[in-house]
């Protein structure tokens, strides 16, 4: 047997214990969600301050949990933590990266969005664990573009997590290209393991599956009110009639941050083919008033109630609406 194919048999192996690397928005609610299953995890950031209150964090984080939406028929294997401490007993703040990852079967990398970082990061990675089953929680970056840093790409992937974790059980696969398939099958089982649907993206996607669909609604959305065709509560208005939401593509917008919405919405204009897909006027306007949603109290509604949230403004019948 060839040593890769001996190393792919390994990581077909049950993924017991794991490390998670960032200790921030997303990186303290996968290491919750992993304790949360009954597995050991092992926490490090490059910032103490993160680190030292990454625990205090989750515990505050795990009591306040948001409800899962439901849906008649289905059952979500999902549970938040009935044992809180006993969740928390299981994560533990490493003093280093190497301490971390040295007992772990799978490392998730959840640290700032920056190729160069995470380039970095999974360089030192592949010294520190020549065994691991390595993955990328990146929402903008496939791993094909991180996987030339990585020594034996045949264990890695992305695995693209969703905030918040707890009322969005979820997470996309992808490969780098080289990943092994006994890899993407033990990725697989230990999300499920998770309580999280984890469907496979096949190929090379950037945005995987939902977030290149959202973009696009965004997208659309923008520019049915750059073209004057209608305001964004009106949008918003019909979106929700339509699909039974509470809140549509603006109101999501000002969650997110303008801002945030902004910077994504250049790097797909960045490789964009079609000539009409520019910068949205009126999220420039946005911007430029510094009116970045729920962030800053203004976006495209007014915030920390906004409009939609109001008896009669769906049906238009609230006289302040808008
Ligand atoms: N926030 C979301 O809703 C969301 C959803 C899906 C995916 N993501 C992705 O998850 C990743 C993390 O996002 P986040 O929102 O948790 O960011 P965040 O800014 O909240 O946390 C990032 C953490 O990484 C740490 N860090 C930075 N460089 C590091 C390094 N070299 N080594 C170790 N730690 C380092 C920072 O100190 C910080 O604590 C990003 O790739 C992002 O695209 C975010």
Same mark, same amino acid.
């Given at each position: 047997?060839t040593?890769?194919?001996?190393?792919?048999?390994?990581?077909? &192996?049950?993924?017991?214990?794991?490390?998670?690397?960032?200790?921030?928005?997303?990186?303290r609610?996968?290491?919750?969600?992993?304790?949360?299953s %009954?597995?050991?995890? &092992?926490?490090?950031?490059?910032?103490?301050g993160? $680190?030292?209150?990454?625990?205090?964090?989750?515990?505050?984080?795990?009591?306040?949990?948001? +409800?899962?939406?439901?849906?008649?028929?289905?059952?979500?294997?999902?549970?938040?933590?009935?044992?809180?401490?006993?969740?928390?007993?299981?994560?533990?703040a490493?003093?280093?990266?190497?301490?971390?990852?040295?007992?772990?079967?799978?490392?998730?990398?959840?640290?700032?969005?920056?190729?160069?970082?995470?380039?970095?990061?999974?360089?030192?990675?592949?010294?520190?664990?020549?065994?691991?089953?390595?993955?990328?929680?990146?929402?903008?970056?496939?791993?094909?573009?991180?996987?030339?840093?990585? @020594?034996?790409?045949? &264990?890695?992937?992305?695995?693209?997590?969703?905030?918040p974790?707890?009322?969005?059980?979820?997470?996309? $696969?992808?490969?780098?290209?080289?990943?092994?398939?006994?890899?993407?099958?033990?990725?697989? &089982?230990?999300?499920?393991s998770?309580?999280? @649907?984890?469907?496979?993206?096949?190929?090379?996607?950037?945005?995987?599956?939902?977030?290149?669909?959202?973009?696009?609604?965004?997208?659309?959305?923008?520019r049915?009110?750059d073209?004057?065709?209608? +305001?964004?509560?009106?949008?918003?208005r019909?979106?929700?009639?339509?699909?039974?939401?509470?809140?549509?593509?603006?109101?999501?917008?000002?969650?997110?941050?303008? +801002?945030?919405?902004?910077?994504?919405?250049?790097?797909?204009?960045?490789?964009?083919?079609?000539?009409?897909?520019?910068?949205?006027?009126?999220?420039?306007?946005?911007?430029?008033? %510094?009116?970045?949603?729920?962030?800053?109290?203004?976006?495209?509604?007014?915030?920390?109630e906004?409009?939609?949230?109001?008896?009669?403004?769906l049906?238009?019948?609230?006289?302040?609406?808008?």
């Open positions: 047997m040593d890769e194919a001996e190393s792919g048999q390994d990581h077909a &192996r049950e993924l017991r214990t794991a490390a998670v690397i960032g200790a921030g928005t997303m990186g609610q996968i290491a919750a969600l992993i304790a949360a %009954g597995r050991p995890v &092992r926490i490090w950031d490059a910032d103490p993160m $680190l030292a209150s990454a625990r205090g964090r989750i515990d505050a984080e795990t009591r306040t949990l948001p +409800d899962l939406p439901r849906y008649a028929h289905h059952q979500f294997r999902l549970r938040p933590p009935a044992d809180v401490e006993g969740m928390l007993a299981r994560i533990s490493s003093e280093s990266l190497a301490e971390a990852v040295s007992a772990a079967d799978i490392v998730i990398e959840a640290i700032r969005e920056d190729l160069d970082t995470k380039h970095a990061l999974f360089a030192a990675l592949s010294r520190l664990t020549p065994d691991a089953v390595l993955t990328t929680n990146s929402s903008s970056l496939p791993s094909s573009q991180i996987a030339p840093a990585v @020594v034996d790409p045949g &264990r890695f992937l992305n695995t693209h997590f969703f905030a974790v707890w009322s969005r059980p979820m997470v996309e $696969l992808m490969g780098c290209g080289a990943t092994r398939p006994q890899v993407m099958q033990s990725v697989a &089982r230990f999300a499920t998770l309580g999280l @649907v984890a469907p496979v993206v096949r190929g090379d996607s950037k945005g995987f599956i939902i977030n290149r669909i959202w973009r696009a609604v965004k997208r659309e959305s923008l049915v009110v073209e004057g065709h209608a +305001d964004p509560a009106d949008v918003d019909l979106w929700m009639l339509m699909f039974g939401t509470p809140y549509g593509p603006f109101g999501i917008m000002d969650m997110v941050g303008l +801002d945030v919405v902004s910077d994504i919405e250049t790097s797909y204009q960045r490789v964009a083919t079609d000539p009409a897909d520019r910068p949205s006027r009126v999220l420039e306007e946005k911007l430029t008033a %510094g009116n970045l949603g729920e962030k800053t109290g203004r976006g495209f509604y007014n915030h920390p906004p409009e939609y949230l109001r008896p009669g403004w049906t238009g019948d609230d006289e302040e609406a808008d």
